[in-house]
Nanobody, 122 residues
């Protein structure tokens, strides 16, 4: 069964850290561009980070640059989003998706997860 499952979300205080995981089954993450997205209440979903198949191209939303890091573990068929220095503005449901190219439209990705909630308290 093809699926992506996010985990690692939770409640953290301002300045804290979380590592989100995106575990794939039914396909290999190495064969896809992987994107992380988030959607805060009342806001549009936005692309947070993207990692291409080659690993040579990595993109970050300006507001997370220097705080978030995307990485891939081929042996575990999992992609991670390490998040540091979290602020309440990072509160959102975080999704991962597997597709062919990096873009800001999660619906264009082939496989999409259901999300994990990240809440940052002030």
């Amino acid at each position: 069964q093809v699926q992506l499952v996010e985990s690692g979300g939770g409640l953290v205080q301002t300045g804290g850290s979380l590592r989100l995981s995106c575990a794939a089954s039914g396909f290999t993450v190495d064969d896809y561009t992987i994107g992380w997205f988030r959607q805060a209440p009342g806001k549009e979903r936005e692309g947070v980070s993207c990692l291409t198949t080659s690993g040579l191209n990595i993109y970050y939303l300006d507001s997370v640059k220097g705080r978030f890091t995307i990485s891939r573990d081929s042996a575990r068929n999992t992609v991670y989003l390490q998040m540091y220095s979290l602020t309440p503005e990072d509160t959102a449901v975080y999704y991962c998706a597997a597709g062919r190219t990096c873009n800001g439209y999660m619906n264009t990705y082939t496989h999409r997860g259901r999300g994990t909630q990240v809440t940052v308290s002030s």
